[in-house]
């Protein structure tokens, strides 16, 4: 088996960057640890001053100025908790020495081991994991649900696999992801979530993504193992991870491609069957293109029912290409009549993206600004609003921690007259984030859903890592939402003592 666990393995992820201290230039075959520095729904932006709408400003029909009512579904001692956990997070100084402990021979003891995961799950994976088995995590997706009205996006929380027998093994976590999925009320969940990188093995996925750069740039270069897909480059895609032409794919490997097809389906079989939404995670460029060859892939097999996507490809809007990217897409799908499902996000690798095309002599694929992102998200987001409404069979899940973006669609989709709660567009954030957002979108009227994920604590530690690094940057969503819970504390206690 080769899930990579505890020390310095645990965050390491082939063909993924330091978010660390970077030691020298990357190169395209390094496997270095890899913490990515920005959130995947939400890509790191300057800290402005922290401001409280009013009830009718910015936010249209999203009110995040009255702390009582956002926290009113939450108890004092959750709240207490959730305070806590992201200050802590907050601090950086904090955040590195944790990350020491993690890859320090302390975790070879296993006295002082059992200490650190224990500290661990108590607090960071509590809050930000919903259990350490698909049974435990539908109970918290449950639990969410009947306290506040959020619904639950399950997800094993795997990081990747290297070999064939991991990626089996990993395929049946999530097929029991869709067990647990389909034994809540519908009410309660709203997608699961796969990764292709926990069920075909990251070399493979590297050395695909490679041949189809090249097909790409070559019209006289045919791939004979390839499937219907979709379009998966635009002419504005980032193409110097290939400078030649590669070794076309071994007899081994082209089976390692058929069995990696063979679990993909089973999964999406399994979803189709249980009539359950799923999910497919993005990752970096140099991976990118063959994810999304294979999600499309599976979706023209799988998504046959005309008003309802079964697989939805995710878009991450911090790419200069992503918006030609996402209109060819949805061209040929149109064109295919094949109903599609996108889950959009603003990205999260881009200091690791921007050192390894620098590294390789290229500009960044990342637009140069945050304002760039923003406008590039918003646009893609009021895109795939309008096929939504347009009584096609397209699905959209909005994946923001963004405030401006949400007041955005919920004022499109008052323009474009949709029914918030027919499940054609949803919102969603990371489980223990931006709970203020997800409360007030909930209050607006929208689906709204909590990326869940689950599984041992050992194997949530990137994940965690993730969520530390994240916190501790200068994100203005979690600063105002841990503003409003010390607000919303502090009334609770004067109203107590009074």
Known sequence: MATRLLRTNFIRRPYRFSALKPVGPPTVTASTAAVPDILSF?????????????????HHDIDLSDQARLFSSMPTSALLRSTAVLHAAAIGPMVDVGSWIMSSKLMDTALTRGMVLGLVKSTFYDHF?????AAAAAERVRSVYEASGLKGMLVYGVEHADDAATCDENMQHFLRTIEAAKSLPTSHFSSVVVKITAICPISLLKRVSDLLRWEYKSQNFKLSWKLRSFPVFSDSSPLYHTNSEPEPLTAEEERELEAAHVRIQ?????????????????????????????AYSSAIIFNTDKDRPIVYNTIQAYLRDAGERLHLAVQEAEKEGVPMGFKLVRGAYMSSEARLADSLGHKSPIHDTIQNTHACYNDCMTFLMEKAS??????????????????????????????????????????????????????????VSKYMP????????????????????????????RQLMRMELKRRLIAGIA
Do not use: W
């Open 266 to 294: 089973e999964i999406c079989r399994k979803c189709q069957e249980s009539n359950v939404p799923l999910l497919v995670d993005a990752e970096d460029t140099i991976l990118q293109p063959a994810i999304d060859y294979m």
């Open 129 to 133: 994991c919903a259990g350490e088995d």
């Open 42 to 58: 939400g890509q790191q932006e300057p800290e402005p001053p922290l401001h409280h709408p009013k009830p009718n400003e910015a």
């Open 454 to 481: 689950y599984g041992p604590v050992e194997t949530a530690i990137p994940y965690l890592l993730r969520r530390a690094y994240e916190n501790r940057g200068m994100m203005a969503t979690g600063a105002n939402d």
């Open 390 to 447: 347009n009584g096609s069979g397209f699905g959209v899940v909005l994946a923001t921690h963004n405030a401006d973006s949400g007041g955005l669609a919920s004022k499109k989709a008052s323009e474009l007259n949709i029914d918030k709660k027919n499940g054609k567009i949803e919102f969603a954030q990371l489980y223990g984030m931006s709970d203020a957002l997800s409360f007030g979108l909930k209050r607006a009227g929208f689906n």
